[in-house]
Nanobody
Framework: QVQLVESGGGLVQPGGSLRLACTVS????????MGWYRQAPGKQRELVAI???????TYAESVQGRFTINTDNDMRTVYLQMNSLKSDDTAVYYC???????????????WGQGTQVTVSS
């Protein structure tokens, strides 16, 4: 079983910064990707940023240039540095891990519990 623990959400003023962290643990043979998604009230969950094994990253256009995703060396902890935050960034942020428990098995997706980010003056 794979578990994710997130931290780092909170209340910040527009223009401020926050850093989210998410650590994965459990029965893991390979981590294929770690990502952050968000869901604002009344909206669908959307991709914010993802980092794939090998270091390749993808960002939502709305956060490009303001947010940075990175991991530690073994990809077990992923960070999301959020700068120049706007009110539109207010949402619950969810961590996602795409992992394999053994070689040549299907990739499973696991979600964290979510952490609230509120950008308001």
């Amino acid at each position: 079983q794979v578990q994710l623990v997130e931290s780092g959400g909170g209340l910040v003023q527009p223009g401020g910064s926050l850093r989210l962290a998410c650590t994965v643990s459990g029965s893991i043979f390979r981590i294929n990707a770690m990502g952050w998604y968000r869901q604002a009230p009344g909206k669908q969950r959307e991709l914010v940023a993802i980092v794939r094994n090998g270091g390749f990253t993808t960002y939502a256009e709305s956060v490009q240039g303001r947010f940075t995703i990175n991991t530690d060396n073994d990809m077990r902890t992923v960070y999301l540095q959020m700068n120049s935050l706007k009110s539109d960034d207010t949402a619950v942020y969810y961590c996602n891990a795409a992992t394999q428990s053994r070689a040549f098995t299907a990739v499973s997706a696991t979600w964290g519990q979510g952490t609230q980010v509120t950008v308001s003056s």
